[in-house]
């Protein structure tokens, strides 16, 4: 049997997301990809479609200074440790963060509880509805 080799994904976000809804793509493969290609309008989108955030909001949240933010909408998507890893990579190439020690906010991220991501994500909608 053939090895198997894995297709790149498409540049497009909106199909990508497709493929992860019809289960032909695992959201955390879509989301590593992305984020190891520095795509962060596509991250944004694929966690804000998951959250019900809008792309911007998830963008702030990815590009802001402390790493709460970005640690609660991801957790909030439900994307697991390795995904949440290439985002980490993400902001520290965008941000050279120097302070944040990258295996505390992993494990921040590992022991904040979904309930609480989830009412975050609330309270930043909220914030966004005029």
């Known amino acids: 049997m053939p090895p198997m080799t894995r297709q790149p994904l498409s540049a497009d976000p909106a199909g990508v997301l497709e493929e992860v809804t019809r289960g032909y793509v695992l959201l955390d493969d879509a989301v590593t990809a992305f984020a190891d290609a520095d795509e962060v309008a596509a991250v944004a989108f694929l966690v804000g479609s998951r959250t019900g955030l ?71 909608n909220e914030t966004e509805e005029p």
């Open 54 to 124: 809008p792309s911007m909001v998830v963008e702030r949240a990815l590009g802001a200074k402390s790493s709460g933010p970005a640690t609660l909408v991801c957790r909030a998507a439900g994307l697991g440790a390795n995904a949440f890893s290439a985002v980490l990579r993400l902001r520290r190439r965008r941000l050279r963060e120097d302070g944040a020690n990258p295996a505390h906010v992993l494990a921040d991220f590992l022991q904040t509880p979904m309930e609480v991501a989830h009412g975050a994500v609330a309270m930043m």
